[in-house]
């Protein structure tokens, strides 16, 4: 089975400030983590993702996160908030492959983050 | 280039009513699925397919059928629509399941 936690499920930050998102993940297989932003009344749209290239990737808008096996977390990090960065936040987990839980997409709760003057 | 293409945006249906809300990529995906987005649930996966003619259950498939004749659509049926299948859902396509997915744009749907 595979599952994400994502906690809090709003997050404020000034502008200026560093956000961070929590997202921790369970994975019988090697996972396949991603990060997707949902502006208000769209779909989703990727930010970054991590398929056991590099510990750290980066993202588009400024944002990166970091791959921790022995924590099993994949945070979101943006070291400036900006005013258009106000959206929903999901983390998603999948495996790789064509049969079982590996072949599913699982996404976690969402966390809406809100940037203020 | 269309991407991932949901109809309709909006619907509203009477309780009992069934109805189908169609998906169509003309990205050559080989992978589609159907979520649920409701209030603090975040996306829940109802069905997915990892290719024309292969079609699997996910989390909440009750009450929902799927078929895959063809790469590029992807229907998801309403059987008999009740008020807790109010939600908003989304389409989505990607080349496998471990690879970027394009989201269509949702149909919101109200069951009254």
């Known amino acids: 089975a595979q599952s994400v936690t994502q906690l809090g499920s709003h997050v404020s930050v000034s502008e200026g400030a560093l956000v961070l998102l929590r997202c921790n993940y369970s994975s019988s297989v090697p996972p396949y983590l991603f990060w997707y932003v949902q502006y208000p009344n769209q779909g989703l749209q990727l930010l970054l993702k991590?398929?056991?290239?590099?510990?750290l990737v980066k993202g588009i808008n400024g944002f990166e996160a970091e791959f921790k096996k022995s924590e099993t977390s994949f945070h979101l990090t943006k070291p400036s908030a900006h005013m258009s960065d106000a959206a929903e936040y999901f983390c998603?987990?999948?495996?790789?492959?064509?049969?079982?839980?590996?072949?599913?997409?699982?996404f976690g709760t969402g966390t809406r983050l809100q940037v203020t003057l | 280039n269309a991407g991932v293409t949901q109809t309709p945006k909006f619907q509203v249906l009477k309780t009992g009513q069934s109805m189908t809300l169609q998906c169509a990529q003309d990205?050559?995906?080989?992978?589609m699925s159907w979520y649920r987005q409701d209030p603090g649930m975040g996306l829940r996966l109802i069905h997915y397919s990892v290719g024309a003619g292969i079609t699997d259950q996910g989390e909440v498939p009750n009450g929902y059928n799927v078929s895959r004749s063809t790469t590029e659509d992807f229907p998801l049926r309403l059987l008999s629509a009740a008020p807790s299948q109010t939600s908003v859902y989304f389409c989505a396509s990607s080349l496998q399941v471990n690879t970027e997915a394009f989201f269509g744009q949702g149909t919101r749907l109200t069951v009254v």
């Open positions: 990205m050559n995906h080989e992978y």
């Open positions: 991590y398929t056991s290239a590099a510990t």
């Open positions: 998603a987990v999948s495996g790789q492959g064509n049969t079982g839980t590996a072949s599913k997409l699982t």
